[in-house]
DNA sequence: AACATATTTGAAATCGTTTTCAGAATAAGT
DNA sequence: ACTTATTCTGAAAACGATTTCAAATATGTT
């Protein structure tokens, strides 16, 4: 199948009139080689279309050049938006990602994390994950590595992560300032799916508002769903099957939203004239929804990105502090005024 | 910050008390191995924990067990779907991905494509894409090809595609069927995106209905967009601004749909009471507008999976036919029988 | 001009496997 | 028991770079 008639470092050098490990320097750049041959080595590389063999020079360098990016269920907006990140900021640089998926399986996420690390990749970017820290805490230990969108203790310098609980706060603190009352929230089982740490602080910020306003959390408002939409459906069905009035929804994710919207169509109830609803995330076509949602963003894409930056400049030993994220309020039209 | 003091076969040579040869010979099983001997290594490759490094192998065996997956702006949900089932499709191979991506730029592609094939991936394959028909040819005399969600003169028993103007014939005879007699389709511009053959075909199944029917295609009732949920609101703007009326849209994809169906409900227009809506991909998220959307279900993640399985079977120099994939018309509540 | 020092260079070792080749061991055939 | 096949096995040569080391050349000092 493959025809290729290899070009090695030995033709250049052949070619170039020097030796081979001169045009390793001039390659690599980290040894001085006098222009003249300099000027040599480059010609013949450009006349006979030479290209490294990457595997040849991994081998000998210790360096694979590659960095392992460890994501959960591929698929998700929110992560995908990472991903996306990563990609980009990856693009310039001489590293190539290459990407596993856990699927939020303890045991898959575990033996696709090795086919990474076997890989010999330079770096790891774990994106979530389910991971015991333990277990995390080790693999710092044997390759350099940075986490997204979940927090490690004990490794908080290499964690990139947004401040949940403050973004729920002022998310629960708009429905408040809206005039709402009774406010429900949708969450995630914590459970079913592991402790999903920023699923969890947002539920915390939702309480500190309602506390803070001098409002008593009401168990009876509080739905568990598992992220899908689906499972936002059935809240709204939980949650009017209570008989508990309540005038504003707080989703713990937009697909949750999606899903508590469709619930209230169902039933007859208009958004946002009966009920006001919010959610997080900021999917890409949250802003389509009848009406537009009002939601919370979160930077994915340059979470994804300022990870890559950061994961590059481990490797190279070099220091890095983040920038840190915040989450803003994006105001559409799902929440109305309480009248 | 590594610290793994390294394995290697000889210290499994010598553990086991044979030869280096030996060993590779039952770790690749591809000669025989007396079992006393290949128990000892066995049992030797356990107390060590020996991981091959997969820069020798790929050195000297000339595999690189990796394969290449060129994709198009990473977060389409078709496209991610597609990648979904290469995943796992890949994950009990040998095989591991690595990912480019062309964001639909002719040159950005180029580029992410000469990075895949210097890392020596055994096979590559290119989901969608803009690469001209004729360097997609010379690519295919390099290495292993398929590709995914686009049909190349050709080489079309490398393809994988799905009978697009089929579908979108299926799905206009169905709005014609409830009564739709002004139908409008959302398209998407073929100078902007290059050639979307399958986009293209959509339109030319929507005509074939219509001429089938008696009906003339208008061509006031067509709207160009870009893919884009927004390009998709817009259109409905110049839709409702020409003054033609319709009582149906046939949008070429789902984010398009999700945008008109904002547009509509900007405009006053019900869906479906008013207009009906039909859109084409079943995004994830296509269930849960308000009303669920009548679209055309894509097997994306089915395609993935048989494009991985393919391209293995090709890498392998196994002979392989492919399952046609058929996209199914998902009928939920966005069109309503015309009164 | 002579010496010390700094800069460039090539030869050769190395990275950790696979694979070829030929010899050793075993099995089979008469 | 003696060839003749047939399995198995180990030594050594790839694979295609990088990197160490020491030699060669250039530069600077006195």
Redesign the pocket.
């Known amino acids: 199948m493959a025809k290729e008639t290899?070009v090695?470092?030995?033709d250049i050098a052949r070619e170039a009139q020097?030796?081979?490990?001169?045009?390793?320097?001039v390659?690599?750049g980290?040894?001085?080689?006098?222009a003249a041959?300099r000027e040599a080595v480059l010609t013949a590389i450009e006349a006979l279309d030479y290209r490294?063999?990457v595997f040849?020079?991994s081998?000998?360098?210790?360096q694979s050049l590659t960095i392992g990016v460890l994501t959960q269920r591929f698929g998700n907006p929110f992560y995908d938006g990472i991903l996306s990140g990563i990609l980009q900021a990856l693009e310039p640089t001489p590293y190539s990602p290459i990407f596993g998926d856990g699927r939020w399986q303890t045991a898959v996420e575990k033996r696709a994390l090795q086919t990474l690390l076997d890989r010999q990749v330079d770096g790891l970017i774990v994106v979530g994950g389910l991971s015991p820290e333990a277990e995390m805490l080790a693999y710092a230990q044997q390759v350099p590595l940075i986490v997204a969108a979940r927090e490690i203790p004990g490794m908080s310098s290499q964690c990139l992560t947004i401040d949940n609980k403050k973004a729920a706060y002022e998310a629960t603190r708009y429905l408040l300032e809206m005039g709402h009352q009774h406010i429900a929230h949708v969450t995630a089982s914590i459970y079913y799916h592991g402790p999903i740490t920023d699923v969890y602080q947002r539920y915390q910020g939702y309480v500190q508002a309602l506390t803070e306003a001098g409002i008593q959390p009401d168990p009876q408002l509080l739905a568990e769903g598992d992220l899908s939409q689906q499972s936002g459906l059935m809240a709204v069905e939980k949650l009017v099957g209570r008989e508990r009035p309540f005038t504003a929804i707080f989703a713990a994710n937009d697909q949750m939203a999606v899903g508590v919207r469709l619930g209230l169509y169902r039933r007859g109830l208009r958004v946002p004239e009966d009920v006001s609803l919010i959610g997080f995330d900021d999917d890409h076509n949250t802003a389509y929804l009848t009406p537009p949602l009002t939601t919370v963003r979160q930077p994915a894409i340059e979470l994804g990105q300022a990870a890559a930056e950061a994961l590059i400049d481990l490797i190279n030993g070099r220091q890095h502090t983040f920038d840190t994220f915040q989450a803003s309020l994006i105001i559409r039209e799902s929440v109305a005024r309480r009248r």
Do not use: D
Request: net charge positive; no cysteine.
């Open positions: 290899k090695t470092i030995q020097v030796s081979p490990s001169t045009v390793s320097r390659l690599s980290n040894a001085p080689v006098v041959k490294p063999n040849a020079q081998l000998a360098s210790g």
